[in-house]
C-alpha cells in the first residue's frame, strides 16, 4: 500500500516561530509537492521539488522554504510563523514521466499560528 | 493563468439520489483530468483520470465525462451512500509537474 506520510496531523504554532513540516513517501517517487488548501481556494503549490537537492518555487512561495536532502523525505520550513500561514498543508509525491502518472497526498498537517 | 472552475461549492443529497458535478477548466496545454475525492481531515484519492481521447471513465458509482472540445467535465455519484459524504476535487494536468485544482465541490449524503 502507498504511502505519503506528514510528521503531524495538527499543529499549533506562535506568530514569528520557526515551523518545520515533515513529509516521507514510500513509493521511490521522484516529484515531490507541497501545498496549502483554503476554503474556496482550492490547493495552491507552493514548492515542488524533482529531484534530491532540486526544487523550484510554486504560485506561492513566498515566506516558505523546503529541504530535499534525500530522496524519500521533503520538509516545508515556515520561517517566521505568521497568522496568514494558518491553513491545511497537504504534501503529495508522484513519478516522473507522463503526467498522466498519479500524485498521491498525504493525510494533511492542520496549522494554526497564534 | 490556468484555471478550475467547479460548482455548485457544495449540495446536500438523500441516501440513494443521484447527482452531478460539474467541472470547466481553461488550462492549456491539456494532459489529462483526474477527479479526486477528499474525506474530512484527509488527503485527497484519485477516483478517475481522463486524457484528451477519452470522453467518459468509470469507477463503481462513479462517472466521470469529458468533453475536450468545450474544457468541461462532470462526475456523477449514482445511488449515493452515506460514504459519499466528502469534498470533489478537479484536477487539470498540462504538459508539465504542475497541477490546477479546482476548490472543490462539498457533497453531504443525508440518510
Known amino acids: 500500500d502507498v504511502k505519503v506520510t506528514q510528521s503531524s496531523r495538527y499543529l499549533v504554532k506562535r506568530t514569528g516561530e520557526k515551523v518545520f513540516l515533515e513529509c516521507v513517501q514510500d513509493m521511490d517517487h521522484e516529484n515531490m509537492f507541497w501545498y496549502r488548501q483554503d476554503p474556496g481556494l482550492g490547493l495552491r503549490l507552493i514548492y515542488f521539488?524533482?529531484?534530491?537537492?532540486?526544487?523550484e518555487k510554486g504560485d506561492i512561495p513566498e515566506g516558505y522554504s523546503v529541504s530535499r536532502e534525500k530522496k524519500e523525505r521533503f520538509s516545508l520550513i515556515l520561517e517566521s510563523a505568521s497568522t496568514n500561514q494558518t491553513s491545511m498543508y497537504l504534501c503529495a509525491s508522484s513519478t516522473q514521466g507522463p503526467t498522466n502518472t498519479e500524485a498521491f497526498f498525504g493525510q494533511g498537517t492542520r496549522l494554526t499560528v497564534v | 493563468k490556468n484555471q478550475v472552475e467547479q460548482s455548485p461549492q457544495s449540495l446536500i443529497i438523500l441516501e440513494g439520489k443521484n447527482c452531478t458535478l460539474q467541472?470547466?477548466?481553461?488550462?492549456?496545454?491539456?494532459?489529462?483530468l483526474r477527479w479526486y475525492k477528499q474525506d474530512t481531515g484527509r488527503g485527497p484519492v484519485s477516483l478517475t483520470i481522463m486524457t484528451f481521447s477519452e470522453n467518459t471513465k468509470s469507477n463503481g458509482r462513479y462517472t466521470a465525462t469529458l468533453d475536450a472540445d468545450t474544457k468541461q467535465s462532470s462526475l456523477h455519484i449514482t445511488a449515493s451512500q452515506l460514504s459519499d459524504s466528502a469534498s470533489y476535487i478537479c484536477v487539470v494536468s498540462a504538459d508539465d509537474y504542475k497541477l490546477s485544482f479546482g476548490a472543490g465541490t462539498t457533497v453531504t449524503v443525508r440518510a
Open positions: 467541472c470547466n477548466y481553461t488550462v492549456s496545454p491539456f494532459s489529462n
Open positions: 521539488s524533482y529531484d534530491v537537492k532540486m526544487k
